[in-house]
């Protein structure tokens, strides 16, 4: 049974801030650990504080996990909290902060991880590199379709446009694998600050190396002096075994290692003080401690997709090839622009505060109830919404439904829910309900009141994109099936009206009127990293 131990390093580049954040998390014995990157993407603070969310949400699955539920399950829970922590803070400080996430959990000889943005997990074996994950970047969608090389992907312009992250106001399309560890046992976790600059043939070096984490240092400092001055924020964490140890065998040879170290210290202290006595003109030399290399920080290649590899890099490859054959240069204005103010003129696409779509104006609340929770028995909510029905805390056409990829563990949870209305999703509503104990006890989040929608037949969503296109005298190719959801366009006038979102060309969401075929809202699908 391997035991497993890690090294960790970070340094601020040539940037006024270290938006990466690193952790690792072991148990005593060294049979399980957790190892979480996390790079920050926005300025002013919210890129640091998104990266030390991933961090928080990364210390509060571990400290709540139980050794009956899977890894798997695990790991999509830390997205999903993470997730949920920083949406929070882009709501509560209206920014729009994110960060990518790159996890890596051993437990025993298995060894899982998931990913979301372009911060990397990276294997190796004794021989050198093995493979790693695939970044949710429209460079590496490049790399998939043949049209750069994997050489070329670390300097290519379209390397900081991140398909997915963390906190945006799509779910991050995480990517979770499993890893075989005959292949390889030694790993590395990286920002794009360090896999752009510190090749593989470098990174096993300091795998194989006596000192880990003295050599990761001293590779990232080496890598930094001989880049541009202004490089990235880079962090990067290296996991191996303890070769030949078993828990029982690790245990003894600490108790050698204090031993032998006490052994030590006495002899020091003998010589120490037949110096001082023999010699009174002699000072004692100061101690010298070694330094400890931190258990966490602070905020501060191949071609193919990898087997046991789960994920839509794939498919968003396929999606768009044709999207990128086109050269269309990116949107102007803010990656994820909206229109704060209400829905956007027909004859443009409106782009306009860095706030991501609108979240269509919902009104805050927080309820106390006592309904009690079965999660095995009410994952789609239902149960849960009959007995909010009841209580008068949800009207007969309201019901929720729970977000894909919680888990209830032991003590305390927040589990997050959709609000549906007549089957259809209310746009930007979000229920967070606080269970203790087998009982929810406090509901609060955002949600409509006295929806009244239009009684006009619903186009369909090509339909829809149609009648906008003859407004903008723009094409709107669909990229996507669409989403029909319920939502609120005139927050003042609490007025409401069924909407299609959905993807169209040129990396583009849309939101349009699914009664008239008017655009409400647009903005880009990529996330831009912040240079």
């Given at each position: 049974?391997?035991?497993?131990?890690?090294?960790?390093?970070?340094?601020?580049?040539?940037?006024?801030?270290?938006?990466?954040?690193?952790?690792?998390?072991?148990?005593?014995?060294?049979?399980?650990?957790?190892?979480?990157?996390?790079?920050?993407?926005?300025?002013?603070?919210?890129?640091?504080?998104?990266?030390?969310?991933?961090?928080?949400?990364?210390?509060?699955?571990?400290?709540?996990?139980?050794?009956?539920?899977?890894?798997?399950?695990?790991?999509?829970?830390?997205?999903?909290?993470?997730?949920?922590?920083?949406?929070?803070?882009?709501?509560?400080?209206?920014?729009?902060?994110?960060?990518?996430?790159?996890?890596?959990?051993?437990?025993?000889?298995?060894?899982?991880?998931?990913?979301?943005?372009?911060?990397?997990?990276?294997?190796?074996?004794?021989?050198?590199?093995?493979?790693?994950?695939?970044?949710?970047?429209?460079?590496?969608?490049?790399?998939?379709?043949?049209?750069?090389?994997?050489?070329?992907?670390?300097?290519?312009?379209?390397?900081?446009?991140?398909?997915?992250?963390?906190?945006?106001?799509?779910?991050?399309?995480?990517?979770?694998?499993?890893?075989?560890?005959?292949?390889?046992?030694?790993?590395?976790?990286?920002?794009?600050?360090?896999?752009?600059?510190?090749?593989?043939?470098?990174?096993?070096?300091?795998?194989?190396?006596?000192?880990?984490?003295?050599?990761?240092?001293?590779?990232?400092?080496?890598?930094?002096?001989?880049?541009?001055?202004?490089?990235?924020?880079?962090?990067?964490?290296?996991?191996?075994?303890?070769?030949?140890?078993?828990?029982?065998?690790?245990?003894?040879?600490?108790?050698?290692?204090?031993?032998?170290?006490?052994?030590?210290?006495?002899?020091?202290?003998?010589?120490?003080?037949?110096?001082?006595?023999?010699?009174?003109?002699?000072?004692?030399?100061?101690?010298?401690?070694?330094?400890?290399?931190?258990?966490?920080?602070?905020?501060?290649?191949?071609?193919?997709?990898?087997?046991?590899?789960?994920?839509?890099?794939?498919?968003?490859?396929?999606?768009?090839?044709?999207?990128?054959?086109?050269?269309?240069?990116?949107?102007?204005?803010?990656?994820?622009?909206?229109?704060?103010?209400?829905?956007a003129r027909e004859d443009e696409v409106h782009r306009g505060a860095p706030r991501?779509?609108?979240?269509?104006?919902?009104?805050?609340?927080?309820?106390?109830?006592?309904?009690?929770?079965?999660?095995?028995?009410?994952?789609?909510?239902?149960?849960?919404?009959?007995?909010?029905?009841?209580?008068?805390?949800?009207?007969?056409?309201?019901?929720?439904?729970?977000?894909?990829?919680?888990?209830?563990?032991?003590?305390?949870?927040?589990?997050?829910?959709?609000?549906?209305?007549?089957?259809?999703?209310?746009?930007?509503?979000?229920?967070?309900?606080?269970?203790?104990?087998?009982?929810?006890?406090?509901?609060?989040?955002?949600?409509?009141?006295?929806?009244?929608?239009?009684?006009?037949?619903?186009?369909?969503?090509?339909?829809?994109?149609?009648?906008?296109?003859?407004?903008?005298?723009?094409?709107?190719?669909?990229?996507?099936?669409?989403?029909?959801?319920?939502?609120?366009?005139?927050?003042?006038?609490?007025?409401?009206?069924?909407?299609?979102?959905?993807?169209?060309?040129?990396?583009?969401?849309?939101?349009?009127?699914?009664?008239?075929?008017?655009?409400?809202?647009?903005?880009s699908a990529i996330m831009e990293r912040s240079m």
């Amino acid at each position: 049974m391997p035991i497993w131990d890690a090294w960790a390093s970070s340094h601020i580049g040539g940037r006024d801030e270290n938006q990466d954040a690193t952790i690792i998390l072991s148990t005593d014995e060294g049979t399980e650990l957790l190892a979480v990157i996390a790079d920050g993407l926005g300025g002013h603070g919210g890129g640091a504080d998104a990266a030390a969310c991933v961090i928080q949400a990364a210390r509060e699955v571990w400290d709540e996990r139980r050794s009956d539920v899977t890894l798997k399950a695990l790991l999509q829970r830390l997205v999903a909290t993470a997730q949920d922590k920083v949406r929070s803070l882009n709501v509560e400080r209206g920014t729009d902060a994110g960060s990518t996430l790159a996890a890596l959990w051993l437990r025993d000889d298995h060894a899982a991880s998931i990913h979301v943005g372009d911060s990397r997990v990276c294997q190796f074996c004794a021989d050198g590199f093995v493979e790693r994950t695939l970044d949710h970047s429209i460079a590496q969608l490049q790399v998939l379709q043949g049209r750069i090389s994997e050489d070329e992907l670390a300097s290519h312009p379209d390397q900081h446009r991140l398909t997915t992250s963390i906190g945006s106001d799509e779910e991050p399309q995480a990517e979770y694998r499993d890893w075989s560890l005959a292949a390889g046992d030694l790993f590395v976790l990286a920002t794009d600050g360090f896999w752009e600059i510190a090749d593989g043939e470098q990174q096993h070096r300091v795998l194989d190396s006596a000192a880990p984490g003295s050599a990761l240092d001293a590779l990232i400092q080496d890598c930094l002096e001989a880049t541009d001055e202004g490089h990235d924020n880079t962090s990067a964490i290296v996991v191996r075994p303890l070769a030949g140890d078993t828990p029982s065998a690790s245990v003894r040879r600490r108790w050698w290692s204090l031993a032998l170290a006490g052994i030590f210290l006495a002899a020091a202290l003998l010589l120490g003080a037949y110096l001082l006595l023999g010699s009174p003109q002699i000072e004692p030399a100061p101690e010298v401690a070694e330094r400890a290399l931190p258990r966490a920080t602070p905020p501060a290649g191949t071609d193919s997709e990898p087997a046991g590899h789960s994920g839509p890099m794939e498919a968003l490859a396929d999606e768009a090839a044709e999207e990128l054959a086109l050269e269309q240069a990116p949107p102007e204005g803010d990656a994820r622009a909206a229109d704060p103010e209400g829905p956007a003129r027909e004859d443009e696409v409106h782009r306009g505060a860095p706030r991501g779509p609108d979240p269509g104006g919902l009104d805050a609340f927080e309820q106390r109830v006592q309904i009690p929770y079965l999660a095995d028995e009410e994952m789609d909510g239902e149960t849960l919404s009959a007995a909010l029905r009841e209580a008068d805390v949800l009207g007969d056409d309201e019901s929720l439904r729970m977000r894909r990829g919680q888990q209830i563990l032991e003590g305390r949870e927040s589990i997050r829910f959709d609000l549906y209305f007549q089957g259809l999703p209310v746009w930007g509503s979000v229920v967070n309900a606080r269970v203790e104990q087998g009982q929810i006890v406090i509901l609060r989040g955002e949600r409509p009141h006295a929806i009244d929608l239009p009684e006009e037949a619903t186009l369909s969503y090509r339909e829809a994109l149609a009648h906008a296109e003859a407004s903008l005298g723009k094409a709107l190719s669909p990229a996507d099936e669409g989403r029909l959801y319920v939502y609120r366009y005139d927050p003042e006038g609490n007025r409401y009206t069924r909407a299609w979102h959905g993807l169209v060309a040129n990396d583009t969401y849309v939101l349009i009127d699914a009664h008239r075929g008017t655009l409400l809202q647009s903005w880009s699908a990529i996330m831009e990293r912040s240079m």
